[in-house]
């Protein structure tokens, strides 16, 4: 029997009261892009950006993200030939500075996105074609792309910002080399950038391919959304414990291929630990042959690699930074394991 006591509804109604009452008296409403803050990088500079805790009562998420589609998404461009065979590949990427992103629930962020999401679109291509990126800035400040890997010095998104408003640039490269690599917006100060989420996956294949996998990228993030120079939280792309409340459903005997990118600024390290196997680690996916065979990685900002492993029995295995504090945060997921079935029909016959 439900039974409310005097005191219980006074209790009630003086909450209500002085929420209505705070409301009135401090209304915030907070537009991410009109909202400065002071705010102070790690290297002295003082500098006013969009810092406010945003109120969740008075705020929408205007970001569309989801970590499951993020997850086995490539981006191959748009392909054509050269006269001489090469391939073409050609991006069109926007940078934007004003969406906000509910990356908790009732924890609003202003991110700055690539292609409308952090992270940006995971580019592919193979080692040696021709790469052709359409940068376009529709934020409000100056931004670039800054791709790791090799190319001409003025196709390195540091020297050449690109003006607010509409400014264009286009990268042209030879992709290579092989490997995983991250890219980042390169205006100063960095740190500010590269947090509000300015950055995603560049991944070279080699030219004989890889051996066929289930493939997926994992950027390790961390979200500071009250700019005090800490993260508040910790995830694997972007929404901390997405993968533990949506397990990353696996095949058991099947070839898993992780691309790793940790773009976590602010702590010096980072690492990944997976539970009930191991597996073989390529530092930044460079060489063909794995250099470590583990089931921990420490990695320092924008350090990568690729992972590779099978699991042989099926369930539910953790994965996660095992600094406790960003799994705490937000950082762990979960490999749900099915039986393959293809591997299980194999006929045994016993004594036939
Ligand atoms: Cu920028």
């Not at 191959?76 to 001489?84: F, I, N, P, Q, W």
């Not at 993968?243 to 990118?261: A, C, D, F, G, S």
Request: glycine share 8%; charged share 20%.
């Amino acid at each position: 029997m439900l039974k409310i006591t005097r005191s219980t509804l006074m209790i009630v109604l003086l909450s209500v009261t002085i929420g209505l009452s705070a409301i009135v008296v401090f209304p915030n409403f907070s537009d991410a892009e009109s909202e400065l803050k002071t705010f102070i990088t790690h290297s002295g500079k003082v500098i006013r950006t969009t810092g406010e805790v945003i109120d969740p009562l008075y705020t929408v998420s205007t970001v569309e993200f989801d970590p499951m589609e993020y997850l086995r998404e490539f981006n191959y461009g748009e392909v054509s030939k050269l006269s001489d065979g090469t391939t073409v590949r050609e991006y069109t990427i926007v940078a934007e500075d004003d969406k906000v992103m509910e990356v908790s629930p009732g924890v609003f962020y202003n991110v700055w996105t690539y292609n409308g999401t952090v992270p940006g679109p995971t580019i592919r291509a193979t080692e040696g074609d021709l790469l052709k990126i359409n940068f376009i800035n529709n934020g409000s400040k100056e931004h670039t792309i800054h791709f790791h890997g090799i190319h001409p010095s003025g196709m390195d998104g540091v020297f050449e910002p690109v003006g607010p408003g509409g400014g264009k640039f286009v990268y042209e490269f030879e992709a290579g080399p092989v490997g995983v690599h991250p890219y980042h917006c390169h205006v100063m100060p960095l740190e500010e950038h590269i947090i509000h989420g300015l950055y995603g996956v560049f991944i070279v294949d080699p030219k004989e391919g890889r051996e066929p996998a289930d493939e997926m990228v994992m950027v390790l993030n961390g979200l500071d959304t009250d700019f005090d120079t800490e993260n508040n939280f910790y995830a694997a792309n972007t929404i901390p414990f997405y993968y533990q409340h949506h397990p990353i459903q696996i095949n058991t005997n099947e070839l898993i291929r992780i691309y790793v990118v940790n773009m976590v600024e602010f702590d010096p390290i980072n690492n990944f630990h997976l539970h009930g196997n191991l597996y073989e680690y390529y530092p930044t996916g460079t060489d063909l042959v794995p250099s470590f065979y583990t089931d921990m990685i420490t990695l320092s900002q924008t350090e990568r690699g690729i992972m590779e492993f099978e699991y042989t029995y099926p369930g539910k295995y953790l994965f996660h930074a095992h600094k406790v504090e960003f799994s705490e945060k937000g950082w762990v997921g979960i490999f749900l394991v099915n039986d393959n079935e293809e591997q299980d029909v194999k006929e045994v016959g016993y004594g036939n």
